[in-house]
Structure formats: structure tokens, C-alpha cells
């Protein structure tokens, strides 16, 4: 597939960067307010998508393998079941919130209902592992099509 | 009318009755039959979890069984996905 005019390359760009950071936003909010990891996950692999029709396969190709993203995808879901095993070593239980109500990364209760970054214990971190595998996965399968089918019309 | 015609038949009587008779019987929309979980998970969530989003609270914590199927869920289709056009691609 071979990228689109100077015009919707250009709003692509301008864009891109907006839609990333509404995206991270809703992932890293994701226990404050509506949203979490699959859908900044899925806001964000859109934006990567647009860029993706706006400038071409083949030179998203250029940039990045996915082999470096199916990399990534194991990661995140390594992350999230890695998470939820520590619950066990920690907690006792699976999926034990086990760094709620200490010191530590994300350990405060909010008081009152007021809106605190640092809460929600493993909840951010959870978001966090699912938001990259959903970013990387959704982005993944959009280039392998795009990439099959631009091989395809070429051989023809 | 053949015989296979005649079993289809049956079988869809049988089928329809069933998923009617669910349809009358299902209690009213509104009134879940029991609150004590959805209860205690409204009083609780903030203490427990440290999270103000109640959602949030219930997918990653009191069911993160449910989180991890979707993930694996989400993590097969991408696999099948690259696998099917990776050889398209050759």
C-alpha cells in the first residue's frame, strides 16, 4: 500500500501525537476515571492505524518489524500474569491487591472520593500491562493485513 | 416432507419453546435476584482496592479471572492473525 497525498500525511502527523497522549491518558486514569487499558489501548493502536494508511505499509515497515511487536504483546501479557502471581507470593490469594495500603508505588486510599494518581494499588500497573499488549496486539494485526495484501498486489 | 425435514422441524419446536419459556420466566428488568455482592462491592471498593473507579475496581480485582481470559482471548486472535498472513506475505 503506497502512502497517501502531502495533505494527509501532514494531518496524520499533526494528529498522531494528540490521539497518543488522549490514549495514555485513559490508560494511566484508568482507576480514576471511565476507561482503562483496552480502551486507551485500542484509542491508541487508531492512531497508530492512521498513520499507518496515511503514509504507507511500507514505510511503517521501514520503521518497525512485528516481530518486535508480537515482542511486545508478550511482554504486557507477561506483565499482567506476572502481576497477578505476585498477588500469590504477597497476598496470599491470586490477583491480590497487594500494593494497596502501603507506602509503596500507588499504595494511598483516597480520602473522601478525592481523585489521587498515587491509588488503586496494582490496579495502574494492571492497566498499564494490558494498555501496551492492546496498543502493540491491535497495531500488530493492522500492519500483518496491510503487509499481505500490499505483497499481494505486487506479485500480480 | 422428508424425514429430515421432519427432525428439523422438532427440533426447532423444541428449541423455540425453550427460549420462550426463558423469555416469560426471566425476573423483572431492574431487580437483579440477589444485591449482597454488588453491595458489598459499592461499600468496600475504595478501602479494598484504593480506587475510585468502581469498574476498574471489579475487572482487575474481584474478577481478574475475567481479565485474564479476555487478554488471552485478545493475545489468540492476534497470534492466529500473524500466523494466517505471515504466509500470505512470503
Known amino acids: ?156 | 416432507m422428508n424425514r429430515r425435514n421432519m427432525l428439523a422441524a422438532a427440533f426447532l419446536t423444541i428449541v423455540s419453546v425453550f427460549l420462550l419459556l426463558g423469555m416469560l420466566l426471566i425476573h423483572p428488568f431492574g431487580s437483579p435476584t440477589s444485591q449482597a455482592m454488588d453491595q458489598y462491592i459499592i461499600d468496600n471498593t475504595v478501602e479494598e482496592t484504593g480506587a475510585n473507579n468502581g469498574v476498574t475496581s471489579v475487572v482487575f480485582d474481584y474478577r481478574g479471572f475475567d481479565t485474564l481470559g479476555e487478554a488471552t482471548v485478545l493475545f489468540t486472535a492476534v497470534a492466529s492473525v500473524v500466523m494466517l498472513f505471515r504466509r500470505l506475505k512470503k
Open chain 1, 1 to 156: 500500500m503506497k502512502g497517501m497525498s502531502t495533505i494527509v500525511k501532514t494531518i496524520a502527523n499533526i494528529s498522531f501525537p494528540i490521539i497518543t497522549i488522549y490514549g495514555l491518558y485513559i490508560i494511566a486514569h484508568g482507576h480514576l476515571t471511565p476507561g482503562g487499558g483496552f480502551q486507551g489501548g485500542a484509542i491508541v493502536a487508531s492512531g497508530l492505524a492512521l498513520i499507518a494508511v496515511a503514509h504507507g505499509s511500507s514505510w511503517i515497515e521501514s520503521k518497525i518489524k512485528e516481530h518486535d511487536l508480537s515482542l511486545f504483546e508478550s511482554l504486557g501479557a507477561l506483565a499482567f500474569i506476572g502481576l497477578a502471581f505476585f498477588g500469590i507470593i504477597f497476598g496470599g490469594v491470586f490477583f491480590s491487591n497487594f500494593l494497596v495500603d502501603t507506602s509503596m508505588l500507588f499504595g494511598n486510599i483516597p480520602v473522601g472520593g478525592a481523585a489521587d494518581i498515587n491509588t488503586g494499588g496494582t490496579l495502574p500497573l494492571m492497566n498499564f500491562a494490558v494498555g501496551l499488549k492492546v496498543i502493540v496486539g491491535l497495531f500488530a494485526i493492522v500492519l500483518v493485513m496491510a503487509l499481505a495484501t500490499h505483497k499481494k498486489e505486487d506479485s500480480s
